[in-house]
T-cell receptor
Framework: ETGVTQTPRHLVMGMTNKKSLKCEQH?????MYWYKQSAKKPLELMFV???????ENNSVPSRFSPECPNSSHLFLHLHTLQPEDSALYLC???????????????FGPGTRLTVL | AQSVTQPDIHITVSEGASLELRCNYS??????LFWYVQSPGQGLQLLLK??????LVQGIKGFEAEFKRSQSSFNLRKPSVHWSDAAEYFC???????????FGTGTRLQVTL
């Protein structure tokens, strides 16, 4: 595997379900991101982890819970979601922002989430 | 706070025609600027970026962009569009030290044969 991978690619869940999205990067980066992409809205940054520490949480509802066990893996745990949470969830990775190594964010293919 | 405006939601061009996608940003200092492309069902792929130096930057797939500080713009251009260029294009700005990458709302490009 190369680059940034995300599983599953598609997920349908009910409002009472609990599920998790997984992201893995094979680029040796030390920062990882979750974005939400909804129709007709700009990409919204949800969470940022740098050196496995959460450095940003953009007022995301608590029904979204991120986890970064190491610099290569990032999870987004979902529970009691709402239909308006249906969107494409994109993971990205980079070298830590603010360092001389930072150049760009590399994105995964996304998980298309539908909440019924 | 920084912001990015892509005034064109949807553009249609004929194959072989030239293309220019507009991007304006709002930020006090010189930002880091990016153009990404997203094909249906895919993630975002970086086309090109500007950090400093030469204001005309070359990217992949024959794209280029020009940073114009006086106009706060970073427009994307391609001299001859191919049908495979049909996709959504996003301009983004980064302030360098912060972790936040701010995206525009995107421009959907349709290419007619």
């Amino acid at each position: 595997e190369t680059g940034v991978t995300q599983t599953p690619r598609h997920l349908v869940m009910g409002m009472t379900n609990k599920k998790s999205l997984k992201c893995e990067q094979h680029l040796g980066h030390n920062a990882m991101y979750w974005y939400k992409q909804s129709a007709k809205k700009p990409l919204e940054l949800m969470f940022v982890y740098s050196l496995e520490e959460r450095v940003e949480n953009n007022s995301v509802p608590s029904r979204f819970s991120p986890e970064c066990p190491n610099s290569s893996h990032l999870f987004l745990h979902l529970h009691t979601l709402q239909p308006e949470d249906s969107a494409l969830y994109l993971c990205a990775s980079s070298y830590s922002p603010g360092t001389t190594q930072y150049n760009e964010q590399f994105f995964g293919p996304g998980t298309r989430l539908t909440v019924l | 706070a920084q912001s990015v405006t892509q005034p064109d939601i949807h553009i249609t061009v004929s194959e072989g025609a030239s293309l220019e996608l507009r991007c304006n940003y709002s930020y006090g200092a010189t930002p880091y600027l990016f153009w990404y492309v997203q094909s249906p069902g895919q993630g975002l792929q970086l086309l090109l970026k500007y950090f400093s130096g030469d204001t005309l930057v070359q990217g992949i797939k024959g794209f280029e962009a020009e940073f114009k500080r006086s106009q706060s713009s970073f427009n994307l251009r391609k001299p001859s569009v191919h049908w495979s260029d049909a996709a959504e294009y996003f301009c983004a700005v980064h302030t360098g030290t912060a972790s936040k990458l701010t995206f525009g709302t995107g421009t959907r490009l349709q290419v007619t044969l």
